[in-house]
């Protein structure tokens, strides 16, 4: 399908005024987003909550309306995870090295970051990357091809080296995910 992003957006704008149904959706999101930015000035508790809910609404209403869709949806996206855990792909690990490295930059320039958790991620992330420089070190030296995924994996010390690589951000990103909840419920609960 080679079409250029004019003709995306077009078929998008006969998609929206299609239907009744997309019509619909398409104003009540579009008032939902106008109702949104005036509340940026007004600041209305009330407002947030009731987009909250009814964006929340929409979701549910989705769920129920295609419950057989979104089962074999959610499943899909467990296996498709699943396979990932088992078989990693190489270029989502050199996305997660990406990340690990901005994250590295925002540890360093961070004043926001207790000593604790910065230590917590250079740690982290110095294990990151040495298992990373491993991994291409092995690649190198065995003459795999990076996009060879079953060759690739045949090696357990690769495959090792990056299962655990995925486990160790896994905990990372939960750990971090909790740090700032708790700062975030300190701050508030203080004040």
Known sequence: MNLS???KIGIVFRYIFSSFLSIEMFIINLLLFVILIYNLKKNNRFVQILAIGIYLGFVLGIFITYTSYVQSSINSFVKEIMNYIYFPSTIVYFFIIVF???MILFTLFSKKLTTSK?????SVFSILYFFF????????YNGYDLMDMVSLYENDVILSLV???NFILFLWLIYTGFYWLYRF???????
Do not use: C, H, P, R
């Open 5 to 7: 992003i004019l003709e």
């Open 100 to 102: 690990v490295t901005g």
């Open 118 to 122: 910065q230590i917590i991620n250079y």
């Open 133 to 140: 420089m491993s991994f291409l070190t092995l690649s190198a």
């Open 163 to 165: 299962q655990i690589s």
């Open 185 to 191: 419920f300190k701050k508030k609960y203080d004040k």
